[in-house]
């Protein structure tokens, strides 16, 4: 079955470095990749999709580059601000067998101090 | 557009009442999921509908866990018998099918006394 490994519990950096927080996947089909970011109780809000090998789409300063190669997807900023600070989860979406359910990661928290 | 509309924001049960959870989707868009989401377990999907018809409930608990949309503006979760092991926020989504976004509600955050 599909999965998605987050193998960051917790991050904590400081403001004005680079953000960088890992996901690997394992999907039967053709993987959809989607990051979703979550701030203190607020719903969870699409921050970046993917479905392209080596593209890099990119929001809010985030981006992240889909490699089907190494099953990857990881989420990266230049530089890390204070309002970053929230529960980050990587998901995977099945495309290839018609269902739309996202299977999510575990989530790394990510806290950014001055 | 008032996003994803879920109701009641907090219920509070005691074990072995029953608990009703209402979604009501973002207008035009086809496809309702329904999450939930715990410390321990994360996020983990439950099931969704696609034009009111259910299409996966292979996240659902068989038992005591059911699903409807009886119409395209609103979707329920029932669970009966309530246990405090289902105590945990749950999230309902809503997709325009074919836009690969899904818009998350604010959930329901059911406490099991």
């Known amino acids: 079955g599909d999965s998605v490994t987050q193998t960051e519990g917790l991050v904590t950096l400081t403001e004005g470095l680079p953000v960088m927080l890992n996901c690997t996947y394992q999907s039967t089909y053709s993987p959809f990749l989607f990051w979703y970011v979550q701030h203190l109780n607020e719903a969870p809000k699409l921050l970046l999709k993917?479905?392209?090998?080596?593209k890099r789409p990119e929001h809010q300063g985030f981006h992240a580059t889909l490699h089907k190669s190494s099953s990857s997807f990881h989420l990266q900023k230049s530089s890390a601000q204070l309002s970053d600070s929230a529960l980050y989860y990587c998901?995977?979406?099945?495309?290839?067998?018609?269902?739309?359910?996202?299977?999510f990661g575990d989530g790394t928290v990510l806290t950014v101090k001055p | 557009n008032a996003g994803v509309i879920q109701t009641p924001r907090h219920k509070v049960t005691g074990k072995g009442q029953e608990a009703t959870l209402w979604c009501e989707p973002i207008?035009?868009?086809?496809?309702v999921f329904w999450y939930r989401q715990t410390i321990v377990q994360g996020l983990e999907f439950l099931t969704y509908?696609?034009?009111?018809?259910?299409?996966?409930d292979s996240g659902m608990p068989k038992e005591r866990f059911s699903a409807q949309m009886p119409n395209q503006s609103h979707s329920t979760l029932k669970i009966q018998s309530t246990q405090p092991q289902d105590s945990a926020v749950y999230l309902c989504?809503?997709?325009?099918?074919?836009?690969?976004?899904?818009?998350f509600g604010p959930g329901t955050r059911l406490t099991v006394l």
């Open positions: 509908f696609r034009n009111q018809a259910p299409i996966d």
């Open positions: 998901a995977l979406s099945d495309r290839g067998t018609n269902t739309g359910k996202l299977t």
């Open positions: 989504a809503s997709e325009h099918w074919g836009g690969y976004e899904q818009y």
């Open positions: 993917s479905f392209t090998d080596n």
């Open positions: 207008s035009g868009h086809s496809a």
